[in-house]
């Protein structure tokens, strides 16, 4: 048994403590927001945040959760920073086909919550392991500083 | 005499003298335990616990459960099976300075494998390095750390080979050229450098202290690797444990030594290290290491574990050149970094920050730090460069995982972000090549 807090609210799974966090969100818990793509934290799709830290769920074991809060997509909108970073996206019809979507969301306000005005060499390190096979690349940029101008 | 003529003769005694000397150091090198001190006292008069054959836990285990835990002791699996083939069934290559060597098969095969041998036949090969033919085997086969096994535990093994699946596989031929290929020089090298001598505890020192030193000398022949070669290609006992190489990685210093070596890692650091292949803020086991981990530390018992670890922890300091003080903590701000490799720092974000994080701490897991970890402070990088190209693990099982990039990088991308690396988070920058990581694909 493994409890943790996912998006503010406290819950328990019965899993081993090796199962990836993302199993557990996806299988477990319906959470199907947060999305497989690689499997070996490649591409950023599986992005979710663990005390505000941008952590890809498909190679973290749900037993090194801890004490850390878990936030995903379903909750990002609730922080003021998720949901400036959402209304950009809406702005700007940042999504394409959307499957790197959710990761994309979160390493954004992940990296705005830490760093509200970052230039493009702070956007580069923060975003270059979100892959978007879309190429949405640009618009996520722009998506990013209009969400930190709008703060 | 003229003083020219006796001026001559002193400098011909002193080249004498420098070469006896020097010849003298080549050929006789400390024993195994010279470093302990004390009496080297026979098995059967060395009072306290055993030393040899199977652990506590195993003391009521049947012979072939006892056969298979030396086995794994001993890490036979390792060398004898080959990447992707049956188990000990043999074909694994090992390059070396003077051609490739391929490891035998030691399945019951009776054609093939070692099925029609006899025990004392196995018995010669293991302690001696004579063939069945009474050909002199290379020390490829660790022999010389071999020696030290008892006969019992060694026929124990024997015992638990002739229970796994024979396969049918020829042996592969060396391709050593003159004078390499001469076997008969082995006998030779033997005579110096294999004491042919079973296991002798240290009368002053505990039963666990013997049986770790049983288990690290003999059964895991750690010094293969771990102590440097001399120009014969013994191991150079006088600096015991001071870092060696295995197939293009490093082996790391694991004397006292607090900088260069594991001086400063707790009990606890080095029985995880063993048990689990991590230990935490050291790094993971990687490379030979790992399968060293795989197959046989991480299936010995929590005592026998213990006892290495008390033994490892009496191995005198030697402070070596390739593994300076580590580095402290890195930045975590990305942009703080080194600013003369671009192109290391790109494929550093897209490819590695993700898990290793910029603070080098690891972002998903604490296996993922790249701080404090020997290899990133080690200025060739051999070992970041092979990490990256091999990997670790599979994500299917639990454990340390790292995918290969030996596809997805170009010999100039992979050197270039495995500078930047040591450069971010070591204590000095290396200078790999392109050339260096195309020789790297090649072990």
């Known amino acids: 048994m493994v409890s943790m807090r996912v998006n503010d609210e406290m819950t328990e799974v019965a899993v081993d403590a090796d199962t990836p966090l993302l199993w557990v969100l996806r299988d477990l818990l319906g959470m199907t927001g947060t999305k497989f793509g690689c499997g070996i934290a490649q591409c950023g799709a599986c992005t979710v945040h663990l005390d505000g830290v941008a952590v890809r769920s498909c190679r973290l074991p749900v037993g090194e959760v ?43 306000a992940a990296l705005l919550a830490a760093n509200p005005e970052p230039d493009d060499a702070d956007i580069d390190a923060a975003m270059a392991g979100n892959i978007c096979r879309c190429g949405t690349y640009v618009r996520i940029r722009d998506g990013i500083k209009r969400a930190a101008q709008h703060g | 005499m003229t003083p020219r003529r006796r001026n001559w003769m002193l400098l011909g005694a002193a080249v004498l003298i420098f070469a006896v000397v020097f010849a003298w150091r080549l050929l006789f090198l400390p024993s195994a335990l010279a470093f302990a001190g004390g009496h080297q006292v026979d098995l059967s008069q060395y009072q306290g616990a055993s030393i040899t ?13 006892n056969g298979k835990y030396l086995a794994e002791a001993t890490d036979c699996a390792a060398c004898h099976t080959a990447k992707g083939g049956k188990p000990f069934a043999g074909g ?26 006899t025990n004392a036949e196995f018995l010669r090969a293991v302690h001696k390095g004579i063939g069945r033919a009474g050909e002199r085997l290379y020390p490829a086969f660790p022999y010389a750390s071999y020696t030290l096994l008892t006969d019992a535990d060694v026929l124990a093994i024997r015992g638990y080979l002739s229970t796994v699946p024979a396969v049918r596989q020829e042996n592969m031929p060396n391709s050593f050229g003159f004078p390499f290929n001469q076997r008969w020089l082995m006998a030779i090298w033997g005579t110096f450098f294999n004491p042919n001598t079973r296991f002798r505890p240290v009368a002053e020192r505990s039963a666990q202290w013997n049986r770790g030193a049983y288990l690290v000398e003999a059964a895991g022949h750690c010094g293969e690797c771990h102590t440097p070669r001399t120009l014969m290609q013994a191991m150079n006992t006088r600096r015991k444990f001071a870092g060696g190489q295995a197939e293009g990685w490093n082996a790391y210093n694991i004397t006292g030594d607090r900088l260069s070596g594991i001086g400063a890692w707790s009990p606890t650091d080095l029985a995880s290290y063993l048990a689990k292949g991590h230990a935490l803020g050291r790094g993971v086991a990687s490379g030979p290491m790992a399968e060293a981990v795989a197959l046989s530390t991480s299936r010995m018992t929590p005592t026998d574990i213990a006892a290495m670890v008390t033994y490892l922890r009496t191995i005198p300091p030697v402070s070596s050149k390739a593994s300076p003080a580590m580095a402290g903590p890195a930045p975590a701000v990305a942009s703080a970094g080194p600013s003369d490799n671009p192109g290391g720092k790109r494929l550093f974000e897209g490819a590695c920050a993700s898990c290793h994080a910029w603070s080098g701490r690891g972002a998903v897991t604490p296996d993922q730090q790249l701080t404090g970890n020997r290899a990133v402070n080690d200025a060739s990088a051999a070992n970041v460069a092979m990490m990256i190209l091999n990997g670790i693990g599979s994500p ?13 990088y170009s010999d100039e991308e992979i050197a270039s972000v495995a500078n930047y690396v040591t450069a971010r988070f070591g204590a000095k920058p290396s200078r790999v090549s392109a050339a260096d990581v195309r020789k790297m694909r090649e072990e």
């Not at chain 2, 054959?53 to 459960?65: C, F, R, W």
């Not at chain 2, 299917?396 to 997805?408: D, K, L, T, V, Y």
């Open chain 2, 396 to 408: 299917e099982h639990s454990g340390a995982f790292m995918p290969s990039f030996r596809a997805a």
């Open chain 2, 92 to 117: 694994r290559p090992f390059k070396l300075p003077f051609g490739t060597i391929y490891t035998p098969n030691i399945t019951p095969d009776r054609e093939t494998g070692i099925g029609a041998w």
């Open chain 1, 66 to 108: 801890g004490d850390r809060a878990v936030r995903t997509i379903e909750g990002v909108g609730s922080t003021p920073v998720g949901a400036r970073v959402q209304q950009a996206w809406l702005d700007l019809d940042v999504i394409q086909c959307g499957y790197c979507q959710s990761g994309q969301i979160m390493a954004a």
């Open chain 2, 53 to 65: 054959g199977v652990p506590a836990e195993l003391a009521n285990a049947d012979p072939v459960t």
